[in-house]
Protein backbone atom coordinates (compact mmCIF):
# COMPACT_ATOMS: atom_id res chain seq x y z
CA UNK A 1 0.00 0.00 0.00
CA UNK A 2 1.31 3.37 -1.15
CA UNK A 3 1.52 6.65 1.20
CA UNK A 4 -1.35 7.67 -1.17
CA UNK A 5 -3.58 5.30 -0.73
CA UNK A 6 -2.85 4.90 2.90
CA UNK A 7 -4.38 8.87 2.89
CA UNK A 8 -6.98 8.06 1.43
CA UNK A 9 -8.13 5.47 2.94
CA UNK A 10 -7.72 7.39 6.45
CA UNK A 11 -9.60 10.23 5.31
CA UNK A 12 -12.37 8.37 4.78
CA UNK A 13 -12.64 7.18 8.60
CA UNK A 14 -15.12 8.73 11.00
CA UNK A 15 -13.63 11.93 12.61
CA UNK A 16 -13.08 9.93 15.98
CA UNK A 17 -10.88 7.26 14.24
CA UNK A 18 -8.95 10.26 12.29
CA UNK A 19 -7.99 11.71 15.63
CA UNK A 20 -7.31 8.47 17.36
CA UNK A 21 -5.21 7.97 14.58
CA UNK A 22 -3.03 11.43 14.67
CA UNK A 23 -2.77 10.75 18.28
CA UNK A 24 -1.50 7.30 17.61
CA UNK A 25 1.56 9.01 14.66
CA UNK A 26 2.37 11.76 16.98
CA UNK A 27 3.53 9.38 19.95
CA UNK A 28 4.83 6.71 17.66
CA UNK A 29 6.57 10.31 16.15
CA UNK A 30 8.30 11.80 19.72
CA UNK A 31 9.16 8.24 20.82
CA UNK A 32 11.27 7.74 17.75
CA UNK A 33 12.98 11.18 17.62
CA UNK A 34 14.03 11.50 21.56
CA UNK A 35 16.90 9.90 21.48
CA UNK A 36 17.26 7.53 24.09
CA UNK A 37 19.98 7.89 27.25
CA UNK A 38 21.04 5.26 29.55
CA UNK A 39 21.76 6.19 33.11
CA UNK A 40 24.87 4.72 32.68
CA UNK A 41 26.01 7.18 30.16
CA UNK A 42 25.01 10.18 31.98
CA UNK A 43 26.79 8.72 35.77
CA UNK A 44 29.92 8.78 33.95
CA UNK A 45 30.11 12.19 32.78
CA UNK A 46 29.29 13.54 36.19
CA UNK A 47 31.96 16.10 37.05
CA UNK A 48 33.47 16.90 33.64
CA UNK A 49 32.86 20.25 33.66
CA UNK A 50 34.56 20.93 37.10
CA UNK A 51 38.14 21.31 35.38
CA UNK A 52 38.92 24.76 36.20
CA UNK A 53 36.52 25.31 39.47
CA UNK A 54 38.63 23.80 41.93
CA UNK A 55 40.06 27.69 41.35
CA UNK A 56 38.93 29.94 44.04
CA UNK A 57 38.04 33.20 42.95
CA UNK A 58 41.56 35.08 44.89
CA UNK A 59 43.06 32.63 42.80
CA UNK A 60 41.67 33.39 38.88
CA UNK A 61 42.01 37.58 40.30
CA UNK A 62 45.88 36.83 41.10
CA UNK A 63 46.48 35.15 37.49
CA UNK A 64 44.51 38.03 35.81
CA UNK A 65 46.76 40.53 37.91
CA UNK A 66 49.83 38.27 36.72
CA UNK A 67 48.37 38.52 33.10
CA UNK A 68 47.98 41.99 32.67
CA UNK A 69 51.01 42.61 34.45
CA UNK A 70 53.41 40.57 31.88
CA UNK A 71 51.17 42.09 29.35
CA UNK A 72 51.97 45.61 29.91
CA UNK A 73 55.85 45.16 31.12
Known sequence: MTSQELQKQALQLPISDR?????????SLKRESQPIVKRGNLSSLRGIA???AGMDELDAKDDYVNYLTKKHT
Open 19 to 27: WQLVQTLLE
Open 50 to 52: KSS
